[in-house]
């Protein structure tokens, strides 16, 4: 239960960021902000659906344009410019979930009803090791590779 709560926890905060960063994210400002784009993949398959997240790391996480995030499609995804993050170090974060579970009738409205699956370790996520440099002056194409 504990974990299913943590879970859910942790997608709610980053769809919080992807608002956040998404909704206007560098659009207008005059951050030295790098494209970056990719492929992921999990035991040799492309993941169909799910996000990643560049955080900056150590002093860098306090700087501004130091988050960044996009969506996974067909196990490809694409920061444009606009809204990537800036030259530095991160932590990478991928998530893909699937719905689970069943609707209840007797949930209040508005409550969650359905467990999200996590179908990316959580080495990949909650307990990410993953950490790239972002260069700049653009050849910033990172694959991810990931197992189970």
Known sequence: ???????VSFLLGLIGSFVFIGCGGGG????PR???AGTVTLNGVPVDHGTIQFRGVAAQAQKEGSIAGGEIKGGKYSIPKA???VPGSYRVIIS???????ASTTEMPGQVTAAAKELIPAKYNTASNLDREIKGGGGNTLDFELKK
């Open 96 to 102: 893909a979930t699937e719905e689970s579970g069943t």
């Open 34 to 36: 790098e494209p970056v």
């Open 83 to 85: 809204d990537g993050p």
């Open 1 to 7: 239960m504990f974990r299913a709560r943590n879970q």
């Open 28 to 31: 207008g400002d005059t951050l």
